[in-house]
DNA sequence: ATGAAAGCGCTAACAG
DNA sequence: CTGTTAGCGCTTTCAT
């Protein structure tokens, strides 16, 4: 198992050439003389020598590693992120770093700041907000965000979280509901920004949301609040989730507390998980496009890596995925 | 953005001290008179100092990451593995370098080559059969195969396949069916156990087992070979599916098709992803504790690490979950 | 307890 | 085209 791999050393003096040469061969820097090249060729098969990329990289300065952090590499939005970045990286010669922060706040920091001494650049998630992030600009890598950076000359993809949850209000509005309600989760920055889409679109219909909170970004939690949001005083018509997970596991509890879905309650959710699509009633949700916003968040940072600054925030499109889980208000 | 960090040399510089000295406290090597620890503090807050991980690995030959690579990360099976991984990892100070091969067979060898050379020790989940896998002991790395490795004398982690799918089988035919299918993927070394297991259980009821074939593990593809499956001239009165993914496509198809699920057709899984349990009826499957075998993987790789070698297999013992999609045959 | 010096394996000028 | 020569930033003997 171990090996003492042999170094560059060794290969030039297999090959009877300097360092330096060897060094420009394995970079395919120049062209070389048809002996040399030979001798070069068959040192290197002989002793299966490959360059080290450490002593590389402290030369260079460049790791071709590019650092992704994530809330949660379980939840399918983050693995679809995860997912597209790798694709544009790949393509490019780079590997990526993960770092799954677990959703804890307190690690984040630390972890961002390991992170970034062994990468050429990093794309964070994260649920700091612009105030708390300032340090970000101290890593002294090329950085882009996940999210909308009003306040930071930070590169940044997201999507418009507002536009995101008024398309969905306006489609419950058409269906004829009138008493909605919402999900979320308090701890996400952006779940102000979602509320406020929902609110402006009910409030141009002269109606009001009501707002409950659960405990996590996950099924679990979904169906956890489930009871607690229609067992309540102000039952909804309609029930408008943070995301996909919470919306999966309201769905799953309101069946077991023997509602019909959608006929007894609309709901839906955000991201476009691949799941949604497979559940029964199939949810209805917003697409934000998780791959393609890792895609271009990894291609943003390889662009900056080469010296194409872009200090900019690229928002995609949220788009309405109306499946089966909303339906006229009866 | 770009700043020339401090070096050990600046550090040293500004509290009057040898390099040597910083680098022994940076690393808690040993204890430091009063007066050089104040200044030596000192100054490294001053300058922000934070030692270079790269210049460290060089020297020490250890990098402090672990590398690992899966088929799919899209597939929750291996979200929950990198899950798990990572915990451990974090828990003993590793970070993950993750590489995600995107089933691309011919990517596999070259990708882990490279990366096993920026890492301490890999986990690798592969499709290559033992056979294909010799060059692997080549790496010079301590290594743990996330599947039984029979002829190779590197320790493993996985489940007892076999005995998943006798303990479907055995559950199908408890509920009276007998006209049992098998919709699997063969591009997947192990799926030749779970058939095994399937036609083992069946023939010892004097069944026989139809097999099918899906083209990718994934949703998707169980839903194209619904069809083919259900309305062709020997149609199950139960599927059992390679795993989750293509069960959750299966029994979406097959309700398009006009199937009462579970009454018309029994289906189970093998994985116990966590959307099974959200998918209506809820899915039946095995569970195979992804995520502790991505915990266990790390623990052994670490253990390796620190010597402790454990050149064996884990298998861990596969549970079956009955939920909703299995019912009792008409 | 502290420091001087010798590299780790490689690249990047600069010569020739 | 090929070789010489400095280091990259750090750890590690080995002295003091």
């Not at 929902?198 to 409950?212: K, Q």
């Not at 476009?272 to 199939?282: C, I, M, T």
């Amino acid at each position: 198992m171990k090996k003492n791999s042999p170094t560059i050393r060794d290969v030039a003096a297999a090959a009877g050439v300097s360092v330096a040469t060897v060094s420009k061969y394995m970079n395919g820097a120049q062209r070389f003389s048809a002996p040399v090249e030979a001798k070069l060729k068959a040192a290197i098969e002989e002793l299966g020598y490959r360059s080290n990329p450490l002593a590389r990289s402290m030369i260079t300065g460049r790791t071709r590693t590019i650092g992704l952090t994530v809330l949660d590499i379980s939840n399918p939005h983050f693995t679809n992120v995860v997912k597209g970045a790798n694709r544009v990286a790949l393509r490019h010669d780079y590997t990526l770093l993960l770092v799954d922060t677990d959703e804890n706040q307190a690690r984040e920091r630390p972890l961002i700041e390991a992170l970034a001494q062994r990468v050429d650049g990093l794309i964070v998630s994260s649920r700091m907000s612009d105030d708390e992030s300032h340090w970000m600009l101290d890593l002294g890598k090329p950085l882009v965000l996940m999210r909308r950076s009003e306040h930071l000359p930070i590169p940044s993809v997201g999507i418009d979280n507002r536009l995101a949850t008024y398309m969905l209000a306006r489609h419950l509005l058409n269906l004829g509901h009138r008493q909605i309600a919402y999900l979320g989760f308090g701890q996400a920055r952006i779940n102000d920004e979602r509320i406020r889409g929902a609110r402006e679109c009910l409030e141009e219909a002269g109606l009001t949301l009501d707002v409950y909170d659960a405990h996590a970004p996950t099924a679990h939690a979904g169906e956890h609040a489930c009871s607690r949001v229609m067992l309540g005083p102000r039952r909804p018509q309609a029930v408008m989730c943070y995301n996909d997970l919470i919306a999966l596991g309201f769905m799953k509890e309101a069946a077991s507390l023997g509602l019909k879905l959608p006929q007894d309650v609309s709901v839906t959710g955000v991201d476009n998980v691949p799941f949604g699509e497979y559940a029964s009633p199939a949810l209805t949700t917003v697409d934000i496009q998780s791959e393609k916003m890792g895609e271009l968040a990894m291609q943003k940072l390889i662009d900056a890596l080469a010296g194409h600054a872009d200090i900019g925030h690229t928002m995609f499109d949220p788009r309405l995925m109306v499946r089966e889980s909303t339906a006229a208000c009866r």
